[in-house]
């Protein structure tokens, strides 16, 4: 069963690297034939992924959640998942441009610098581990990284469309790039959805820590930067709503937050401090 | 069987001569019913737009096809012959098929890759079908020609750009807001290029419209015409805090929007862009308020250059639409082909010398031992046979070919000698395709100057 899981796991970044090269080609060529054919590769390559993903669990009866190959994984499995609510919501492929690229990234540097395989955990990190409620504080916080990206990567589009249109650019890209109300829609749309989701998961992950009765966890670097993401995010919300901030100051800060939640997914597990290390 | 063409556009006609030859809608039954009654036009249609009248037809061989549709149009409008073929360009063959490509691409459009022209020429041909004046040649033309207006539109960028200064705004309005359904315009100035504009932005979903003006009664007048509000001049900024877009022409000497004008109004907008279009000049809207955040400005030059870009994209595409032209082209070619006479003909006697020989070498087979002679005296016997069955029928189809009917012949005996592929070795392009595409009479240097290339011209010697 690992063996399947391995192999579909290939399969799966093979076919998002399939859909990277026709969502790239689509939008320089704008032919919808091969948006179709993108769209069809991703959700293929989604498919195999959840089976992978699927087959690894039922393999080794334990929550594929722990490790850096594991969550990168399930960053790219959740960012799929939410470009196709996306694409749903917005009708535009354009983001698989930008989303897709990122999944397969992930995965292969998943896939080929760290093995396919758990972390190896002490047995006190698998007794903290051990609750329904670690594993949805996961899923939440990788749902919710995921709204966060999209957010950024539509924020990352207005701030281009924006830039074209402020310095009368007609160019390829301008008309190739969607309105900037609807990008600017987009983000704030994912953030309302994606914060309350983060914000959730936080708490659950603040519950199971105490649970524990371990000491100070907030000092725990990975915890702190959580804070300092859910804050930066939270700033958007609050910039929008009360103090009705340029549509670019918005982008800004959310393109800020996603470069919080990468330091956190990455940086982080590189200090080797603190009580959340489930394995580097 | 001939393709002929014979037309006027505005590349060749000024509007006072368009005008005397147009076939309105109502007319369009009358006036086919009128040139199919003459003897050498086989199949016809006639597109009668306000930039173009062309009269297609499948003319009978041998017959001077463009005479016949020229004495149709000089009698039926009641205009001198002479001084008609000035302004009138012919076509004849292949010719005809690319420029009707051409026309439903929109390639030969006064705005290149308008929209219009496809649906006016399927006009033309439900007409033309209407009236049975259309036959397997034009149903088969023309139901490819959609194709390719279908094609160029979805395959190429052809008509995405606005080229039209009120359209460039309506453009860029949709990359700022992408639907303008619900938005608010607010017009300062009542000139007759705002209004413009502001009619195009109604006509794209635009709800509201706010008009301020000097002269409050003129604001009123305008407002009027839009179902909108007039407001009053020392109004103006309080309001622009409701529109999304701004368009300004007015009279003024100096610039009536400033940056510190404008910086107040955006606060509260919750991101909410503003777009500023300045089509006077001298300009009305002072520069800087670009600078400001998620306000967009656009003047008269800026827009111009929208234009000039666009167009520039859109010849780009009609490079690409000339391509897909020229693919359609060969498939309308083969077709022609395969209702061709002599190739038809020959396919049947190559079917016919296969099931000879195949039914010949099973009666050797079973006669076993014959001498040479013997064997000679065989074959003679079913090539006679052969020769004398199929002489007939192919003598008769080379007589109806070019005839009014001919494809019905030809079709027919392609079905009843299940001919339904090329026959084997025939090669590309022959035949047919040189007489019905008019490559012989070219060839001949008799039609050299009457090409698509040469639309203009006095063929006829006037």
């Not at chain 2, 016809?44 to 001077?64: F, K, P, Q």
Request: some cysteine.
């Amino acid at each position: 069963m690992e063996q399947a899981a391995l192999v579909n796991l290939w399969f799966a970044m093979t076919l998002y690297m399939v859909a990277t090269v026709l969502y790239v080609y689509h939008f320089v060529a704008k032919r919808p034939v091969f948006a179709w054919y993108a769209t069809f590769a991703t959700g293929a390559g989604f498919l195999t992924h959840t089976a992978s993903i699927g087959l690894h669990w039922g393999a080794t009866q334990e929550v594929p959640i722990t490790g850096a190959f594991n969550s990168l994984s399930l960053t790219a499995w959740a960012l799929i998942l939410i470009y196709f609510v996306v694409e749903h919501l917005v009708k535009l492929k354009l983001y698989g441009t930008v989303l897709v690229p990122v999944a397969f990234v992930a995965m292969a540097i998943a896939q080929i610098s760290l093995g396919s395989t758990g972390a190896e955990l002490t047995a006190d990190a698998l007794e903290q581990l051990d609750s329904w409620r670690v594993a949805i504080h996961v899923a939440m916080i990788m749902t919710a990284n995921a709204g966060f990206a999209v957010a950024a990567a539509a924020s990352a589009v207005y701030l281009v469309q924006g830039a074209q249109l402020k310095k009368h650019k007609t160019s390829a890209l301008m008309k190739r790039l969607p309105s900037l109300t609807q990008t600017q829609q987009l983000a704030r749309r994912a953030i309302m959805l994606a914060y309350p989701v983060y914000t959730a998961g936080m708490l659950l992950g603040i519950i199971r820590a105490i649970e524990f009765g371990l000491p100070a966890w907030w000092f725990d670097p990975r915890v702190m930067l959580s804070g300092v993401v859910w804050g930066i995010f939270g700033s958007y919300l609050f910039l929008h709503y009360k103090s009705g901030a340029s549509g670019k100051l918005l982008a800004r800060i959310a393109l800020v937050g996603l470069v919080a939640v990468v330091v956190l997914a990455v940086i982080a597990r590189t200090v080797p401090t603190g009580f959340h290390i489930f394995g580097l | 069987m001939h393709l002929t063409l014979v037309g006027l556009s505005h590349k060749t006609a000024p509007v006072e001569i368009r005008e005397k030859l147009t076939f309105p809608a109502h007319r369009q039954e009358e006036a086919l019913s009128l040139l199919m009654a003459t003897p050498d036009v086989a199949e016809a249609v006639i597109l009668s737009t306000c930039n173009r009248t062309e009269i297609y037809a499948v003319t009978a061989a041998g017959a001077d096809g463009s005479a016949a549709v020229i004495d149709f149009l000089a009698d039926y409008h009641d205009l001198d012959r002479h001084e008609l073929v000035r302004y009138l360009y012919f076509s004849e063959g292949e010719a005809v098929v690319r420029h009707l490509f051409r026309v439903v691409a929109s390639l030969d459009s006064m705005v290149i890759g308008e929209a219009q022209i496809l649906g006016q020429v399927k006009e033309a041909y439900e007409h033309a079908f209407g009236t049975e004046s259309v036959g397997r040649v034009f149903n088969r033309l023309f139901r490819q020609s959609f194709e390719v207006g279908k094609r160029v539109r979805t395959e190429t960028d052809i008509g995405e750009n606005a080229v039209s200064i009120s359209y460039a705004a309506v453009e860029l309005a949709k990359k700022v807001f992408d639907s303008l359904d619900g938005r608010t315009i607010l017009i300062l100035g009542a000139g007759k290029m705002s209004e413009l504009t502001a009619k195009h932005l109604v006509c794209n979903g635009v709800k509201s419209v706010l008009v301020a003006n000097r002269t409050y009664e003129r604001a009123e007048e305008l407002a009027g015409r839009f179902s909108g509000e007039a407001i009053r001049y020392d109004e103006l900024f309080e309001r622009m805090r409701e529109a999304d877009i701004v368009i300004s022409s007015t009279a003024a000497t100096h610039h009536v929007i400033t940056k510190e004008q404008v910086a107040p109004t955006m606060r509260g907008r919750k991101g909410n862009p503003l777009f500023l279009i300045d089509i006077a000049v001298p300009r009305d809207i002072d520069p800087d308020v670009n600078e400001l955040d998620d306000v967009f400005l656009y003047d008269i030059d800026d827009l111009n250059g929208v234009v000039e870009s666009n167009l520039e994209e859109r010849m780009r595409e009609a490079r690409r639409a000339e391509e897909i032209i020229a693919e359609e082209m060969v498939a309308f070619e083969r077709w022609i082909e395969s209702m061709e006479v002599v190739p038809t003909v020959a396919a049947i006697r190559a079917k016919a010398e296969q099931v000879r020989m195949a039914e010949l070498e099973k009666a050797l087979k079973r006669l076993g031992g014959l001498s040479e002679k013997e064997l000679k005296t065989v074959e003679a016997l079913t090539s006679s046979i052969v020769n004398k069955m199929l002489h007939g029928p192919t003598a008769r189809l080379k007589m109806v070919a070019g005839e009014k009917d001919g494809y019905d012949y030809i079709e027919a005996a392609r079905f009843l000698y299940g001919l339904d592929t090329n026959p084997e070795g025939k090669p590309a392009h022959q035949g047919l395709i040189k007489t019905l595409l008019g490559k012989a009479e070219r060839a001949a240097g008799r039609a050299a100057d009457k090409s698509a290339q040469n639309e203009m011209g006095d063929t006829l010697g006037c």
